[in-house]
């Protein structure tokens, strides 16, 4: 995989106080990750976080089950990861890629969240999936969240859509709302059928998209 979002200085600073005000749900879908595990991860799996971040990856599943997992939480950027550290000394946290992580080293489970977006459909979403489903045992699930190419033939409709939300119930400003959602329009996204694609073409047995609201897509594959 030849590229890598890293998040430094501001960007890093003040990741954690505003995606929650970015991602439409963000807490509800933070649940939903936390409840999946939860329930189909057997006690004592090892979860790998892919992108973890700050920690808001895996905060929801700490609180209700604070014991009953190995949780692994990686992500290339040096300051968030010391951001992580400070918030969950008790955890295992790597700064760099899943192609670092030793190829010995299996996981029940892993989580990707709102991180493929920022990567190029030109080989390197399907090289991080590859590297993903490596890492997995067999049976193996995977958690993707992700900001999709929902409406292909509606754009404008959707950029209302979300303007209106983030103006409305997340306290953004117009103006502010205006250069956030061309910057969103610029990533990465495709559509709910290329993910589909791409979990097959990665080696995954079976996938389903499990949420949809808005440009926001949460998706289940098995190994």
Known sequence: MSHVEKFEGERAQVYERRIGKMIPFYSGIMELVAIYLLENIPEKGKILSVGCGTGADFAKLLKIAPDRFSITGLDPSPEMIEQAQKKFPQLKLVCGTVGELPLAEEYDSATLLFVLH?????????????????????????????????EPNGSEILFKNIKSYLINFQGWEEEAVEVYLKRVFELHRIQSTRYTDLFREAGFSESSQKFRSLHVGGWIAIK
Do not use: A, V, W, Y
């Not at 459909?121 to 993903?132: A, H, R, V």
């Open 118 to 150: 920022f990567l190029p459909d030109t080989g390197d979403k399907l090289s991080l999936l590859k590297e993903i489903h490596t890492r997995l045992k067999k049976g193996g699930r995977f958690i993707l969240f992700d900001l999709f190419d929902s």
